[in-house]
């Protein structure tokens, strides 16, 4: 037992059965309904009294993984803005996960909070999905390492992180009452290894569990789930917190559940006066509600939110504005560069920049990551009304132009824009100049999926009219994930930018001009049309009304069978099916030359790969090398289970050795994880679909599972 396990036990031990229900349940620290926030707690997602006697704070919670968020400016205070999850997922760099995490922990805190709703890394099981922008990926060991990363990060800075949604929350319509199907075996291999990888990694002081159903059983209320698996299995010492609004009975609290969140949102207080008495009458409920507030003070103690309370003080605008470019400019990803017409010429004498509210700043998502910086979003357009979620939905642009940054780049050049509403006339534009630069962009939102891949508003037939005018056209693609491009071959360069934060259009020029060279790398496949998807048609479309709540009708409900890939989620159900993406997972390009060789790999109990990377261009650069299990006994398969993002001058050769989970080598089956006998044959790769070197080693069969 750790001190924090004996601190917590000793508190909880003197406590009386009320003041353990206390930590047991808190409000939505925002005017909604007739619940009174106390004087002094910031407005914020979330606030749990604390126990003065016994010297236990308050918890004053705050979204999210982004960045502390906007609130619709309620606060009246900004904060730095990070780039979205997929553009973090991008960089392939556990360092600077922990970098960010740390600076949102670091803002969090100054604003008056020690609780970040943050750790978003669902496996992106569906492009259209309208919270992939603040996932990190679809592949469970890139998900788990890069969100472990940040969520140690926050709690370097005294700030307890979640880690969410637990479990099984790729999609957005009818969120609260969606099923995700799937047997354990294919959920022990994807999303569940994920949250396992990051929760080893960066030691969560709360999981924030689903609004949607698992194989029938609300996420919330998941027995199997949350005590089977997350409590029994893996030996979780924090708390199980509700998402806002998800939780239906008292009886959660037998199920795992172990705080209810925000209330106002619930039919009732079910883990107050009701939660009180049934522990006042039954041993079982006396024994959780002991176990639920020993989790809750264990956390507290763990990362030291008694010893380190947040004080209000002002940011440093700078600093987490640095951090913020860094992390959009090694995660932007050069997808194509045709006859290297990047990076841009400085010769330029005259650059027509269209479309995307270049000219004001860049696209962020929406809903409660949403964060903004001081004085607001540069555009805020209106979407859809929904109650007291209205203000959580418009679609808002940071402050930071690239067309100022471009201009700025290139002073000697005419540079001129075009909002991009008529193709004929951006065309006509297009025409007169030396080159084009395009922005395209596509809206998320938690609470909305997108309906297909394409770029809204006729965008995708403006690119292509601009392309046909003048092929030096380069498209500068601010999304929330993948999109199709009908327009592909007719463009000389695509930069995928995604959501680039609050200093996105700087970031955007730098790499444009090549004072960055990109380094980002996919963390999800892009398809080349939603035919190659697992479910081509969007569960729920036609049958779901859009809310941002998705409660949707009483009794309603929406199964979706994740049976179809099982574990094979993104690039490995395009192995699977033997189906060729428009660009592959791990896949991106960069302004210099790489070679990758020697690979080796070695068993045991402690398996590794080692390869060597070479930087063979002029110019610094940085590489994701990328090992794949491409074969076991068992057949052909496609699995990440290494990888490594180096920087390397000119000429500048590298060894590298990075361990290999024996988690990725295995099958999940009725006895645990097993590893079959025989020969495992590995590939080292620029991407999932490009790779160039494979050798082979022999493994002993083994069996393990989580039973000492």
Not at 648 to 672: F, N, Q, S
């Given at each position: ?248 009975a008292t009886d959660f609290a037998l199920e795992g559940l172990d705080q209810q969140s925000g209330s106002q949102l619930d039919a009732a207080v079910f883990f107050g006066q009701p939660l009180l008495d049934a522990a006042n009458r039954d041993k079982r409920y006396q024994r959780r509600i002991a176990d639920m507030s020993r989790r809750v003070l264990r956390s507290i103690y763990a990362v030291g939110v008694d010893r380190n309370p947040p004080r209000k003080a002002p940011i440093d605008v700078a600093a987490g504005a640095a951090v913020a470019q860094e992390i959009a400019e090694k995660g932007m990803v050069l997808l194509q560069n045709r006859d290297n017409i990047l990076p841009l010429a400085a010769s ?158 700087e970031a955007i020029a730098g790499v444009l001009f090549g004072d960055v060279n990109p380094s980002g790398r996919l963390p999800v496949t892009f398809p080349a049309s939603i035919a190659q998807l697992a479910r081509p048609a969007l569960p729920g479309a036609e049958t779901v009304e859009p809310s941002f709540a998705g409660h949707g009708k009483p009794g309603q409900t929406l199964d979706i069978d994740y049976n179809v890939e099982g574990a094979d989620v993104g690039y490995r159900w395009f192995a699977r099916q033997q189906a060729k993406p428009l660009y592959p997972f791990g896949f991106g390009l960069s302004y210099t030359r790489f070679e990758r060789s020697g690979l080796a790999v070695t068993g045991g ?104």
């Open positions: 037992m750790d001190d924090a396990d004996r601190r917590a036990a000793a508190a909880e031990a003197v406590m009386t059965n009320a003041e353990r229900v206390t930590l047991l349940n808190g409000i939505l620290a925002m005017p909604l309904g007739d619940v009174k926030i106390p004087k002094g707690v910031p407005f914020g997602a979330g606030y749990i009294p604390g126990i003065p006697r016994l010297d236990v704070p308050a918890l004053t919670e705050t979204d999210a993984s982004l960045g502390v968020s906007y609130l619709g400016g309620l606060r009246g205070d900004g904060a730095t803005a990070l780039p979205s999850g997929m553009a973090m997922g991008s960089t392939w760099s556990p360092d600077l996960m922990r970098k960010g995490g740390a600076l949102i922990g670091g803002e969090a805190h100054a604003k008056g909070f020690n609780v970040l709703l943050a750790g978003g890394i669902n496996l992106v099981r569906d492009p259209r999905g309208g919270r992939a922008f603040e996932y990190l990926g679809e592949d469970p060991l890139h998900s788990g390492l890069l969100g472990g990363a940040a969520v140690a990060g926050i709690q370097s800075q005294g700030v307890i992180s979640t880690i969410k949604h637990f479990l099984l929350n790729p999609t957005e319509i009818g969120r609260q009452f969606h099923n995700g199907i799937i047997d354990e075996g294919a959920l022990r291999m994807s999303d569940l290894l994920a949250f396992e990888i990051a929760i080893e990694t960066g030691q969560p002081g709360s999981v924030m569990c689903a609004y949607n159903k698992v194989n029938g059983v609300q996420a919330c209320g998941n027995d199997r789930m949350l005590n089977g698996i997350l409590k029994g299995d893996w030996r979780y010492k924090g708390w199980v917190m509700s998402d806002w609004g998800s939780v239906r330029a004498k005259r650059i027509l920049v269209v479309g995307g509210y270049a000219d004001a700043g860049v696209l962020s998502g929406a809903g409660s990551s949403q964060v903004q910086g001081q004085g607001g979003p540069a555009v805020s357009l209106p979407t859809m009304k929904d109650g007291p979620f209205t203000a959580l939905m418009a679609q808002n642009y940071h402050r930071s132009s690239p067309l100022d940054a471009i201009r700025a780049r290139a002073p000697q050049a005419d540079v001129v824009f075009r909002d991009g509403r008529y193709p004929t006339e951006a065309a006509i534009a297009a025409k007169n100049a030396d080159l084009v630069i395009v922005f395209g962009t596509q809206w998320m939102t938690e609470g909305l999926d997108v309906p297909d891949l394409s770029l809204p508003q006729g965008q995708d037939a403006m690119i292509a009219a601009v392309a046909k005018a003048n092929p030096k056209t380069v498209v500068v693609l601010e999304t929330g994930g993948p999109v199709a491009m009908p327009w592909q071959d007719d463009v000389g360069a695509i930069l995928a930018a995604w959501y680039p934060g609050a200093r996105g259009g109990a402690s398996p590794a790969a080692a390869f060597t990377l070479r930087n063979s261009g002029a110019r610094d650069g940085a590489d994701v090398g990328q090992v794949y299990l491409v074969e076991t006994p068992r057949g052909k398969t496609r699995r990440l289970v290494a990888f490594a993002r180096v920087d390397l001058k000119p000429g500048e050769t590298r060894r590298i050795d990075v361990p290999i989970d024996p988690r990725l080598l295995a099958d999940w089956g009725r006895k645990g994880w097993t590893i079959a006998p025989g020969t495992y044959r590995f590939a080292l790769g620029a991407s999932a679909e490009d790779l160039i070197e494979e050798t082979g080693v022999t493994l002993a069969g083994r069996t393990w599972n989580y039973r000492k």
